[in-house]
């Protein structure tokens, strides 16, 4: 595999082979996980399509953050199921850079929803009067629309970064899915420019990101001090602590994986915040939401009703 990139060559995902006996329990276990997550995410989808009290734009961007985990834990999850139960497996290098494409068009649009939904809460804890007028049908898609172009940009250009470099030190990837450190570690070519370029973006992202739920939640927490009785506070917070939630999981682990140089290195360290990402929180994300939500409680116990009442006795 010594010529240019990784054309009609195919690449042999690893996992664990120093540990044969975790990789069998780490199978059952990630799916069981990802049994959780596409039920659980999906779930979430389809309660706020059945629920009238659920449409509005608040659960309009839950629904679309619920797709994205299902997305983005399927992308991942199969390819790794069958690298633990196999020991091993092989992908092609088009499979495995469709893989990476996906995988990062799917996270990276998560940042920005997540973004988009810290602004959904500012204007409706700040602005409570303008917010029919200001998060209009329009509005909603518009935000859901600009989040998937920023993310198709950085993945076009991560992907064509990544697979620029020439493989030739070994077609044995040693991770659960094509991902950025261990493909860089495979690299023959020098990759300190594209390692920049990836990291310029992935900053970008992330730092765009963090910025707009930054700075919503100073706004919002400035709004709650405004309010004088302590049940307020605690009621108009409560609107957002799942959010909250959410964003320091995804964010945390994300930027501990991205952000740091040296990005061909500390692959056993990498291999777990990866799992974390890609397995725990999305099959978490369904639990934040409606564990900790009143509406979303209600919606399902309604649901649960018309559904007895349709099937009769």
Same mark, same amino acid.
């Given at each position: ?38 039920? !659980? ?34 992308? $991942?999850?199969?390819? =790794? ?7 091993? &497996? ?24 997540? &973004?988009? =939904? ?31 172009? !920023? ?105 501990? =994986?991205?952000?740091? !140089?040296?990005?061909?290195? &500390?692959?056993? =360290? ?28 209600? &919606?399902?116990?309604? $649901? ?10």
């Amino acid at each position: 595999m010594a010529e240019n990139g990784s054309e009609g060559t195919e690449f042999f995902l690893t996992g664990l082979p120093e540990w044969p006996e975790l990789q069998r329990i780490l199978f059952w276990v990630f799916l069981v996980f990802y049994l959780l997550t596409l039920g !659980g995410n999906l779930g979430i989808v389809g309660l706020i399509q059945a629920d009238a009290h659920l449409q509005t734009p608040m659960y309009f961007f839950l629904g679309h953050l619920s797709l994205l985990d299902a997305c983005y834990s399927s992308v $991942v999850v199969p390819q =790794m199921l069958v690298a633990l139960r196999s020991g091993g &497996a092989s992908i092609t290098s088009g499979q495995c850079a469709a893989q990476f494409f996906l995988f990062t068009l799917c996270v990276s649009t998560e940042c920005f929803l997540l &973004a988009v =939904m810290a602004y959904d809460r500012y204007v409706a804890v700040c602005h409570p009067l303008l917010y029919v007028t200001i998060v209009t049908p329009r509005a909603r898609w518009g935000l859901v629309s600009g989040a998937y172009a !920023g993310a198709l940009v950085k993945a076009m250009i991560r992907t064509g970064c990544a697979f620029s470099l020439s493989f030739c030190k070994s077609r044995h990837v040693d991770f659960f899915f094509c991902d950025l450190p261990p493909l860089l570690k495979l690299s023959c070519s020098d990759t300190k420019a594209q390692e920049l370029v990836m990291f310029i973006v992935s900053l970008s992202v992330i730092t765009t990101s963090v910025m707009v739920i930054l700075v919503s939640y100073l706004f919002i927490i400035k709004a709650i001090l405004c309010i004088h009785s302590a049940g307020g506070r605690a009621k108009t917070f409560s609107t957002c602590g799942s959010h909250v939630t959410a964003v320091a999981l995804f964010f945390g682990t994300l930027a501990s =994986m991205y952000l740091k !140089g040296n990005m061909g290195q &500390a692959l056993e =360290m990498g291999k777990v915040v990866s799992v974390f990402y890609t397995v725990v929180i999305p099959m978490l994300n369904p639990m934040i939401y409606s564990l900790r939500n009143k509406e979303v409680k209600e &919606a399902l116990r309604r $649901v649960l009703q018309r559904t007895k009442i349709v099937q009769g006795p």
